[in-house]
């Protein structure tokens, strides 16, 4: 299932990567590098999924759930540098679907959004 | 003269003075070496810190590398010829393998800066066993080595970090493995740790051994200490970051448990660690 993904990331360096991957898989992508970035967001359109940079210049990318939930982004999908046990739980209570670690090897994060997406 | 230097000897500066003023000299000096201390460790903490910042920031431009490689490998570009594709699996053997020293890094740091926190649950020690078995499976065979993974039937569940636990199993399994030559015997060994006096918890005891180059009683202390490597010199044989012993001893210690070697030059090595089934705390 194609749909609009947002990738909230920091780094252009990941981001374009992620865009090159996702748009292959024949998805829409939207990059915002901040959290000023994706709070200046439109509503999401059926069918979409955010993933979401913990560590962003301006803040911490949780603290986005909520106010992206509001614009209808309800697909929120953790994806973090910090493979612990602690960030996992944090993200899980503050509301993502799903946590993953950087660097999510390229078939299953297609394979993942897939999923969501549909 | 340092600071350090004139502490340690101070009588001989003090031939003709008074007693009073030799214990004042004394004091004021001692006072030095305490604001040096508090310095310096403060500089060292400061190290750690930047160490674990570099390190997790080092992941971000290796995340990058290694997708835009998956991207080309799993042909979602287009397909590759088989030389463009040893090429790029080249580069992405490489980014992992460099992620993996730069996660070394950051445990270790982490640790040092006491930033890791144990997530006990309850699990079997058997299935980690297992799960490292079938990672290090490759390897193994590739070296042409035996490797023997034996649990006592039974064994009551632990109460540990799952993850921290497949840590120190997989640094102790790597070395095992990295220093067996090729045929060797290499295994894995969990059992009931018989209770001593002092202790009143029953623990886990897990062996790590091989038949490889052993290591010489002198350095049985040394090899858990950070940055040291037996062999140091500039012709390295063995690679890594020289920090897999030191995290492995943090992790069990972190657990209430403690970690030890039993090892000859020539006659292999086997490493211990015990960890109780269930924490006091």
Not at chain 2, 44 to 65: G, M, Y
């Amino acid at each position: 299932m194609q749909g609009h993904v947002l990738v909230v990331e920091d780094s252009e360096l990941v981001a374009s990567a992620l865009s090159v991957l996702l748009e292959s898989a024949g998805h829409r992508v939207s990059i915002a590098g901040s959290v000023a970035e994706a709070l200046a967001l439109s509503p999401a359109e059926p069918r979409s999924l955010v993933l979401l940079d913990l560590t962003l210049p301006d803040g911490d990318g949780l603290a986005l759930v909520d106010p992206l939930r509001a614009l209808r982004w309800n697909n929120v999908v953790a994806l973090t540098g910090h493979d612990d046990p602690d960030t996992r739980a944090r993200c899980i209570s503050g509301g993502c679907v799903d946590v993953l670690v950087k660097p999510v090897p390229a078939r299953e994060l297609v394979s993942k959004v897939a999923t969501w997406l549909g | 003269m340092s600071r350090v230097e004139s502490i340690t000897k101070p009588l001989a500066m003090t031939g003709t003075t008074t007693p009073e003023a030799r214990v004042a000299t004394l004091e004021a000096q001692l006072k030095e070496a305490i604001v040096e201390i508090a310095e310096l460790r403060a500089r060292d903490a400061l190290k750690t810190q930047f160490l674990a910042n570099i390190s997790h920031d080092l992941r971000t431009p290796l995340t990058a590398v290694i997708t835009h490689g998956e991207i080309l490998r799993d042909g979602i570009l287009g397909d590759l010829s088989p030389r463009q594709m040893e090429s790029v699996r080249g580069i992405i053997n490489g980014g992992r393998q460099l992620l993996n020293q730069v996660g070394e890094i950051l445990t270790y740091a982490r640790g040092a800066a006491n930033q890791l926190t144990i997530v006990p649950t309850r699990f079997g020690i058997r299935e980690v066993l297992d799960q490292i078995s079938t990672l290090n499976a490759p390897l193994v065979k590739k070296k042409r080595l035996t490797l023997v993974i034996d649990a006592e039937p039974d064994l009551p569940p632990v109460m540990a970090d799952r993850e921290k636990i497949a840590h120190v199993l997989a640094n102790l399994l790597g070395n095992a493995i990295e220093f067996t030559p090729t045929g060797g015997r290499v295994w894995v060994r969990a059992s009931r740790a018989s209770l001593e006096k002092s202790e009143q918890i029953a623990s886990v005891l897990v062996e790590v051994g091989d038949t490889g180059v052993g290591i010489a009683a002198e350095h049985h202390d040394l090899i858990f200490r950070e940055f040291a490597q037996v062999d140091a010199t500039p012709s390295r044989p063995h690679h890594g970051t020289g920090l897999g012993l030191t995290i492995a001893r943090k992790l069990v210690e972190l657990h209430g448990g403690r970690i030890w070697v039993e090892s000859e030059l020539g006659s292999g090595s086997r490493f211990y660690f015990m960890v109780p089934f269930e924490q006091t705390d």
